[in-house]
C-alpha cells in the first residue's frame, strides 16, 4: 500500500518538472550551441533523481564512468525505464540518441528533445530505420557527437526477452569508434510499462570501450550483448 501510495504522489510532481524543464529548454535552448543545450537534460535528472528519493526512495550508483571514451563512440544500454534515458544524458558526452520518432510530436517535451538532434526512426519500418541509423549516425559521429541506442528498441521489463538489434555495432564499425556497452537494472525500481516503482537502489554500469577497429560488426555485437546481459544479471 505504501509504496502505491509513493508511487502516485511521484506522477504529478514528475509531470511539473517535464512541463518546466521542457519550457525552459524551448525558450532557451535555441540560442545555445549544442553542447550548451546540455544542461536541459543534466537538470532534469537532477530534478527526477531528487523526487524519485523523496517520494519513492529509489537511489541510484553509477559506476565506470572513468570509461567514457573523450572522443566520438557509440554506446548501448539495455532499456527498461525511463531513467537511463536521462542518467545517460546527462553524462556531459553530447549525445545524440536513436528513438521513435512519436516522441518528438509530443508537444513541449518533444519539441526540447528535437533541440538536442536525436535520430528519430520509423520502428514500423526495420530496414530503413537501420539505414537511417547508420547514416545519420555516421554524419553525427563525424561532427564529434557520441550516438547512444538502446538494442532491444523499446523498454522491457526485467525478465523478459526480446532480439537484440545490432544497430549500434553496424554503426560502430562501420564510423570506426568504440562501442561501449551499458547495463542497469532501472525496471527493477521504476519499471517502464507499470505504474508502480519499488523502493531501492538503481544501479548502472559503464563498461569499457569495445576497440571496432580489427573486429566484425557480429563480433562486436556479440561482444557488447554478452557483456550486458552478463552485467545485468549480476545486477
Given at each position: 500500500m505504501?509504496?502505491?501510495?509513493?508511487?502516485?504522489?511521484?506522477?504529478p510532481g514528475y509531470v511539473v518538472i517535464i512541463f518546466v524543464v521542457s519550457v525552459l529548454g524551448l525558450l532557451i535552448g535555441p540560442f545555445l550551441s549544442f553542447e550548451r543545450r546540455f544542461w536541459v537534460p543534466?537538470?532534469?535528472?537532477?530534478?527526477?533523481?531528487?523526487?524519485?528519493?523523496v517520494c519513492c526512495n529509489i537511489r541510484y550508483?553509477?559506476?565506470?564512468?572513468?570509461?567514457?571514451?573523450k572522443?566520438?563512440?557509440?554506446?548501448?544500454?539495455n532499456h527498461q525505464s525511463d531513467w537511463e534515458t536521462y542518467a545517460l544524458q546527462s553524462?556531459?558526452?553530447?549525445?545524440?540518441?536513436?528513438?521513435?520518432?512519436?516522441?518528438?510530436w509530443i508537444?513541449?517535451?518533444?519539441?526540447?528533445?528535437?533541440?538536442?538532434e536525436p535520430i528519430a526512426i520509423n520502428r514500423g519500418r526495420s530496414v530503413p530505420a537501420s539505414r537511417s541509423v547508420i547514416s545519420q549516425g555516421k554524419k553525427r559521429l563525424a561532427a564529434g557527437r557520441s550516438v547512444l541506442l538502446f538494442p532491444e528498441g523499446t523498454r522491457v521489463l526485467p525478465g523478459q526477452k526480446v532480439p537484440y538489434r545490432r544497430s549500434g555495432a553496424l554503426l560502430a564499425h562501420a564510423a570506426?569508434?568504440?562501442?561501449v556497452p551499458i547495463a542497469h537494472n532501472?525496471?527493477?525500481?521504476?519499471?517502464?510499462?507499470?505504474?508502480?516503482?519499488?523502493?531501492?537502489?538503481?544501479?548502472?554500469?559503464?563498461?569499457?570501450?569495445?576497440?571496432?577497429?580489427?573486429?566484425?560488426?557480429?563480433?562486436?555485437?556479440?561482444?557488447?550483448?554478452?557483456?550486458?546481459?552478463?552485467?545485468?544479471?549480476?545486477?
Open positions: 505504501l509504496n502505491w501510495i509513493r508511487s502516485l504522489l511521484f506522477v543534466r537538470l532534469t535528472f537532477r530534478l527526477v533523481s531528487f523526487w524519485l528519493r550508483e553509477i559506476t565506470g564512468v572513468e570509461n567514457l571514451p572522443t566520438p563512440c557509440v554506446l548501448v544500454s553524462l556531459g558526452l553530447g549525445l545524440c540518441t536513436v528513438l521513435k520518432r512519436e516522441l518528438l508537444p513541449l517535451f518533444g519539441w526540447a528533445l528535437a533541440l538536442l570506426g569508434v568504440p562501442l532501472a525496471g527493477e525500481h521504476w519499471p517502464g510499462k507499470r505504474f508502480m516503482k519499488t523502493p531501492g537502489v538503481i544501479k548502472m554500469v559503464i563498461g569499457e570501450p569495445i576497440d571496432t577497429s580489427d573486429k566484425k560488426s557480429e563480433a562486436i555485437h556479440q561482444m557488447s550483448m554478452e557483456w550486458i546481459q552478463k552485467r545485468h544479471a549480476a545486477l
